[in-house]
């Protein structure tokens, strides 16, 4: 496996900015060759496949989930999963901190933005959120830990749309910030930004990137 790509990256990232190897679809020995180089983090969009690669992998990688998320796979992840980015419905939240209730763990979460064109990215809206933050379900919620947010931009090469999405997300950020999370210092993570787009949205204010296919291509 050629590692170029994936150190050009690694080289190039601000310090405020932390990378999540996207493995998704890649074999553990793949993997091995990153986590070698001393990558810690990977990302992982299906609650089964990264239960097996959990169980394969070095104890010390921490694993985040990037995909959309079951409530009947919550479950088989819980234990370990160490930061999940995608939050998309009030009873995702729910389900999650339920089941980190039963093993007594508080997990470290961020609140999926919808903000590109297509439907069938999933999201929030705004103003959701804001009143949510508000209720008395949210504040009974003591086993999930809301550290930030994620969202993905439209796939397309118009730069400009990419830009205004990701500033967008960082907005949503700043709002949350101000208004819930200001006591909170762990409330401050914008994951976003893929292969195609990371340059913007470092740019933008990401923290986390979520890279798969410019590192992985050259295998
Ligand atoms: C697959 C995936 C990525 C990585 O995408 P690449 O284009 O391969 O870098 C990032 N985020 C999510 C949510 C994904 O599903």
Do not use: C
């Amino acid at each position: 496996m050629n590692l170029n790509n994936y150190q050009r990256i690694i080289n190039n990232l601000p310090k405020n900015v932390r990378l999540v190897t996207v493995s998704k679809h890649q074999s553990p020995d793949n993997i091995l060759q990153v986590y070698e180089t001393g990558q810690r983090i990977f990302g992982e969009n299906r609650a089964l496949e990264l239960q097996e690669k959990y169980n394969f992998l070095p104890k010390d990688i921490q694993w985040h989930f990037i995909g959309h998320l079951q409530t009947n796979k919550i479950k088989n992840i819980i234990a370990f999963v160490s930061l999940i980015h995608s939050i998309d419905s009030f009873k995702l939240l729910n389900e999650v901190n339920k089941e980190a209730q039963k093993i007594n763990r508080v997990v470290d979460v961020l609140l999926e933005f919808h903000i590109a064109d297509e439907m069938s990215k999933q999201g929030f809206i705004i103003d959701e959120i804001t009143e949510y933050l508000n209720s008395t379900n949210y504040k009974e919620l003591n086993n999930i830990n809301i550290v930030g947010v994620m969202g993905m931009a439209t796939f397309s090469d118009d730069e400009n749309k990419i830009r205004n999405e990701f500033k967008l997300l960082k907005s949503y950020f700043d709002i949350l910030k101000e208004n819930f999370f200001f006591n909170n210092d762990s409330f401050k993570e914008i994951s976003m930004g893929m292969s195609n787009d990371y340059q913007i949205a470092i740019e933008e204010g990401a923290t986390l990137i979520r890279i798969g296919t410019a590192i992985f291509a050259d295998i």
